[in-house]
């Protein structure tokens, strides 16, 4: 009887085994089949050869209706849907042609009957270009543009699609309305009215028409209609612009507070004079009770040296309010000298862009495409502020989320997240660290008290505390 529980135990741990291992391999068989690493006979007869590249944020994939992250040197197939999150953006690269997606923008993608690499945007932006060994179709609904060599960019919104040419020529078919050929330096609009679409408005292409992403994207060509010293100068021209007006934001906003913070010291003042008088007028009412009792026992004084008495007392109220001015134009003046005078600040996690795989998943939407969360700003401070009273203040003004813990052992703050990317969400070493003139410091944050002309710069590190930091 032993010797059969045995052998009843061994065959059943043995049927056990056997059926964990075929739900392993079924597992790794379905996900495989998702992610293409097995042929199958069923896959159409056109093949595409895409590739994902240079992929960041957060970049999803929809395959065989199941969805997940787009992965560097990933083989892209018809039918995905692929959708870039915000602040994400991807190259697709086919054998002789590349496409660069927009953040927030999402795409179909298919082939088109004369063997075109097809790819259908439903929201955002794209910029394609082709150097002839394969044709590229980009599509809207029923809205479609052939290029067979060239640079174009396109971009869909509710109420419009826009599509502009940079180099060759597009032929583009607008449903049922034939077909318009776009030259290089042409734009092409179609407008959207109650779900249908209009007759395309060809026009000429204008540089201060283009977006930012087309900008950035036609700066690594130089056979386009517009020159990159050209695209160069309209993205400094931009840049500036945005980071004037940032800049006149804050300063707006420190002038606000420095006026409200004059205005509020008046206001105190005003009040402590009115006291300080309403108690002058007491003790003279009281005084003349005083005199009035004193003047019932003795001889009146003559009217005329009650009249010069009265004369006096005259200039006495002027002085005080002469001093209340001169005291408020001391605290104007004390507010203005107060000014330590300005520097700049910029805030940078580029190192996450090379370590995009080791950030935690839910924090991968929060990395801008460039690395760069606020611009090198110039802004102002007053004497004896430092480097954290900066951060905060431009963080709080330019509306970036910040958070501080205090350290009692260190008695200093410590910066924990910017941007809602916070310490160790790149690994045990990752974190903020900052730069003060393009060298570390040896205070804290909190500590070092700053001097007119002076840099900071925030960076996320991931490795070496610091050390691949720029």
């Given amino acids: 009887n032993g010797m059969k529980k045995k052998w009843i135990r061994y065959l059943h741990n043995g049927v056990m085994g056997l059926l964990i291992a075929a739900g392993i391999a079924g597992g790794v068989f379905f996900v495989g089949r998702v992610r293409g690493w097995f042929p199958s006979q069923e896959e159409p007869a056109v093949t595409l050869s895409l590739m994902a590249k240079e992929l960041t944020g957060t970049v999803l994939i929809q395959r065989d209706g199941i969805s997940y992250q787009l992965k560097e040197d990933d083989s892209l197939k018809m039918g995905d849907q692929v959708t870039i999150k915000e602040h994400g953006t991807a190259v697709l690269c086919g054998s002789d042609s590349k496409v660069y997606c927009g953040e927030g923008s999402a795409l179909l993608v298919g082939a088109g009957t004369e063997g075109a690499l097809q790819l259908t945007l439903t929201q955002g932006e794209l910029f394609g270009h082709c150097n002839g060994g394969e044709s590229l179709r980009l599509m809207v609904g029923n809205q479609s543009a052939l290029l067979k060599k060239g640079t174009a960019a396109l971009v869909v919104t509710e109420k ?205 939407s929060y990395v801008p495409s460039n690395g760069v969360i606020l611009k090198k700003t110039k802004v102002s401070f007053t004497e004896g502020e430092t480097v954290y009273d900066v951060l905060t203040r431009t963080c709080e003004k330019a509306g970036i989320q910040l958070e501080v813990s205090y350290s009692g052992g260190y008695g200093s703050y410590y910066v924990e997240g910017i941007g809602n990317l916070y310490e160790f969400d790149c690994g045990r070493q990752s974190g903020w660290v900052y730069t003060l003139n393009g060298a570390s410091s040896n205070y804290g944050c909190s500590s070092y008290v700053l001097k007119d002309g002076e840099h900071i710069e925030w960076s996320y590190t991931c490795k070496g505390l610091g050390s691949d930091a720029t």
């Fill in 160 to 364: 419009q699609l826009t599509l502009d040419v940079f180099s060759g020529s597009v032929t583009f078919t607008s449903g049922d309305l034939g077909a318009v050929a776009a030259a290089s330096g042409n734009r092409l609009q179609v407008r959207c009215a109650d779900g249908r679409w209009e007759i395309p408005m060809l026009q000429t292409l204008a540089l201060c028409d283009l977006s930012d992403f087309a900008l950035g994207c036609g700066e690594g060509y130089d056979d386009l209609c517009v020159t990159g010293v050209q695209i160069q100068k309209e993205i400094q021209r931009r840049e500036e612009k945005v980071q004037a007006a940032l800049e006149a934001k804050l300063k707006a906003k420190d002038d606000g507070e420095a006026v409200k913070q004059v205005k509020e010291a008046g206001a105190v003042k005003k009040a402590e004079s009115s006291e300080a008088a309403a108690e002058t007028e007491t003790s003279s009412e009281n005084e003349e009770t005083n005199d009035e009792t004193e003047c019932a026992q003795k001889e009146k004084k003559p009217k005329a040296e009650e009249k010069t008495e009265l004369v006096k007392k005259k200039p006495e109220k002027q002085s005080d309010a002469e001093s209340e001015k001169e005291q408020s134009d001391e605290k104007q003046e004390e507010t203005t000298t107060e000014s330590g005078g300005s520097c700049t600040i910029r805030i940078e996690c580029t190192t996450l862009l090379d370590n995009i795989d080791d950030l935690k998943e839910s924090k991968r």
